[in-house]
Each structure stands twice: as C-alpha cells, then as structure tokens.
C-alpha cells in the first residue's frame, strides 16, 4: 500500500495563518452532519432547509413560516394541500399545533408508534446515496450538496411516491 500526502504552500504575513479566513476545512474521524428539513408533493421536491443548532418547536415553526407556503407555491398545489408530519414532539407540540391552526395548515392525522412509513424517508434515503457518492469533504461541502442533489429529485420520483402511498 502506497500513502502519500499533499501539502499545501502557501505565503502569508506573519500571524494570520489560523485566521477563519484561512483555513480550509476539512473532514476526519467519521466527518460531519447536517440536520435538514425538506418537504414534497406528487409534483416534485419542495425547499429543503439546513437546521443549525438544536431543532425545538420554536425553531421548527421557523423553518415551517420560511419553507411551506413558498413551496406550495413553487408546486402549484391546490388549496387542498395537506401536511404530513410525524408524531415527533416538536410537531405536536401545544405551541405548534397553535402554529399551525393559526397559519391554517392542515395536517394529516397520523398514528402514535405507527411504522415509519411516511414516503419522505424514501426521498432521505435516495439523497443520503447520492450525496455520500459524490464524497463531501467537509460540512460547508455536505450541506451543497444535500441542496444540489435535493432539487434534481425527479417529479417522477416524487409523483411514485405518493402514488404507492
């Protein structure tokens, strides 16, 4: 086996090597994360949105208020619309049910301790191999290309989906 490393030469003044500006990051010891929040309909992947921090009911209605409405309006869906979320407590919180009452989203009612068979985990699952084959090399990588990726998911992927369903 043959290792090699390549090392980068770079002049800088004195002192300003270790600036953020600087430094170029990069993965080790498993990589990195990201949390995301996406949504979609039989007409094709909606927003998808990166979660910076700890996800609370607080931080969920944001990432609702700022995604869902422009989503439904990027897929011409009918006044119909419905949401489907999980029975995670974020979503069924006091706080976000008034949320959403307020803003007038109607979800779908959803069963506790049901099976995971909501059809956006085949969506994750479908952008976790494509993204993991095109080998982020560091979060800020991660995070594009969880969004390049996300809006290629064909209509007809989508449509499938919630066909099967």
Same mark, same amino acid.
Request: hydrophobic share 35%; glycine share 4%.
């Given at each position: 086996?043959?290792?090699?490393?390549?090392?980068?030469?770079?002049? %800088?003044?004195?002192?300003? /090597?270790?600036?953020?500006?600087?430094?170029?990051?990069?993965?080790?010891?498993?990589?990195?994360?990201?949390?995301?929040?996406?949504?979609?309909? !039989?007409?094709?992947?909606?927003?998808?949105?990166? @979660?910076?921090?700890?996800?609370?009911?607080?931080?969920?209605?944001? @990432?609702?208020? *700022?995604?869902? %409405?422009?989503?439904?309006? #990027?897929?011409?869906?009918? %006044?119909?619309?419905?949401?489907?979320? #999980? +029975?995670?407590?974020?979503? @069924?919180?006091?706080?976000?049910?008034?949320?959403?009452?307020? +803003?007038?989203?109607?979800?779908?009612?959803?069963?506790?301790?049901?099976?995971?068979?909501?059809? @956006?985990?085949?969506?994750?699952? #479908?952008?976790?191999?494509?993204?993991? /084959?095109?080998?982020?090399?560091?979060? /800020?990588?991660?995070?594009?290309?969880?969004? #390049? *990726?996300?809006?290629?998911?064909?209509?007809?992927?989508?449509?499938?989906?919630? !066909?099967?369903?």
């Amino acid at each position: 086996m043959y290792c090699w490393s390549v090392s980068h030469y770079v002049w %800088r003044k004195c002192n300003i /090597a270790f600036q953020k500006k600087n430094i170029i990051p990069t993965v080790k010891y498993g990589g990195g994360s990201v949390m995301v929040w996406g949504c979609f309909a !039989a007409s094709g992947p909606g927003r998808l949105a990166v @979660i910076n921090g700890t996800m609370n009911s607080a931080v969920y209605q944001k @990432i609702l208020k *700022e995604n869902v %409405r422009p989503s439904v309006c #990027d897929l011409k869906l009918k %006044r119909t619309w419905v949401l489907q979320q #999980d +029975n995670d407590p974020k979503h @069924i919180s006091k706080s976000t049910s008034e949320w959403l009452k307020k +803003n007038k989203m109607k979800t779908l009612e959803w069963p506790s301790q049901s099976p995971d068979l909501n059809p @956006i985990e085949m969506l994750w699952h #479908d952008l976790k191999k494509v993204v993991h /084959a095109r080998k982020p090399s560091n979060v /800020a990588e991660l995070q594009q290309y969880c969004k #390049d *990726e996300w809006s290629k998911i064909p209509s007809q992927r989508c449509n499938r989906l919630i !066909a099967s369903y």
